[in-house]
C-alpha cells in the first residue's frame, strides 16, 4: 500500500518570500508523483508531476518540485511567492503499472501568502 | 464543457433522505474516479471505474454508498439514509485510462450538508 504525508498542514509566508513545501511518502513499488492545488470552492488543478526522467519538474507558474529516490520525497518550492499562490497543496501517489487506477492523497497543506 | 462537470454544486438534506450526485466526465476518458474531502483532511478514495471493467469499489465506506456509470459517460454516486458524518465535498475526477501515468482532471466538487 502506499501512503503520502504532508508533513505542514499550514505554511504562512510573506510575498515574494520563498516556500517549500514538504511532502514524503512510503510504497514498496515505483509511482508517479503529482502535485494538486485546491483554490477556494473548486475542485484540484493539476500543479506538476514526476513520471520519469529529470528528477527536477517545473510547473508554469514557477512552481517545481524535485523527485528523491533515497528520501523517499516530493518537495515543491517556489523562489518568491505571490498573493495569488493562497491555496491548499496536495501531494499524490499513484503506483507504476497497476491495475488499480487510484491516487492516494496527502492531507494537504494550506499556504497562504501575506502581503 | 471541456472540464469534469459535477451537479448539484450544493446540496443541504436531512438526515436519512438518499441523495444522489452526477458528474459528466472529460469526453474520450475512460477511466472515472469518486472521492470524498471532508473539512481539514485530504482527499479520501471512494470508487473507480475503468471502461467495461467491474469498478473498485474497495474505498466505499459503508454499504449506504453505491455508485454506477454508464459505458463511459455519466456516474452517478447515491448515498443512501445519509448521516451527518456523510457531510463532506465529494469529488469526481477523470483520466483517459486509469492504469497508465495520465493525470487526473477534477470536478468543482458537490458540497454535501446533512442537517
Known amino acids: 500500500a502506499q501512503s503520502v504525508t504532508q508533513l505542514d498542514s499550514q505554511v504562512p509566508v510573506f510575498e515574494e518570500a520563498p516556500v517549500e513545501l514538504r511532502c514524503n511518502y512510503s510504497?514498496?513499488?515505483?509511482?508517479?508523483l503529482f502535485w494538486y492545488v485546491q483554490y477556494p470552492n473548486q475542485g484540484l488543478q493539476l500543479l506538476l508531476k514526476y513520471l520519469s526522467g529529470s528528477t527536477l519538474v517545473e510547473s508554469i507558474n514557477g512552481f517545481e518540485a524535485e523527485f528523491n529516490k533515497s528520501q523517499t520525497s516530493f518537495h515543491l518550492r517556489k523562489p518568491s511567492v505571490h498573493i495569488s499562490d493562497t491555496a491548499e497543496y496536495f501531494c499524490a501517489v499513484k503506483q507504476r503499472g497497476s491495475t488499480l487506477g487510484r491516487l492516494y492523497f496527502g492531507r494537504g497543506t494550506q499556504l497562504t501568502v501575506w502581503p | 464543457g471541456a472540464g469534469v462537470s459535477q451537479s448539484p454544486s450544493n446540496k443541504v438534506t436531512e438526515k436519512g433522505k438518499d441523495v444522489e450526485l452526477r458528474c459528466d466526465p472529460i469526453s474520450g476518458h475512460t477511466a472515472l474516479y469518486w472521492y470524498r474531502q471532508r473539512l481539514g483532511q485530504g482527499l479520501e478514495f471512494l470508487i473507480y471505474f475503468q471502461g467495461n471493467s467491474a469498478p473498485d469499489k474497495s474505498g466505499l465506506p459503508s454499504d449506504r454508498f453505491s455508485a454506477e456509470r454508464t459505458g463511459e459517460s455519466v456516474s452517478t454516486l447515491t448515498i443512501q439514509r445519509t448521516q451527518q458524518e456523510d457531510s463532506a465535498v465529494y469529488l469526481c475526477a477523470s483520466s483517459l485510462e486509469g492504469r497508465s501515468n495520465q493525470p487526473q482532471h477534477f470536478g468543482d466538487g458537490t458540497r454535501l450538508s446533512i442537517l
Open positions: 510504497s514498496s513499488v515505483s509511482v508517479y
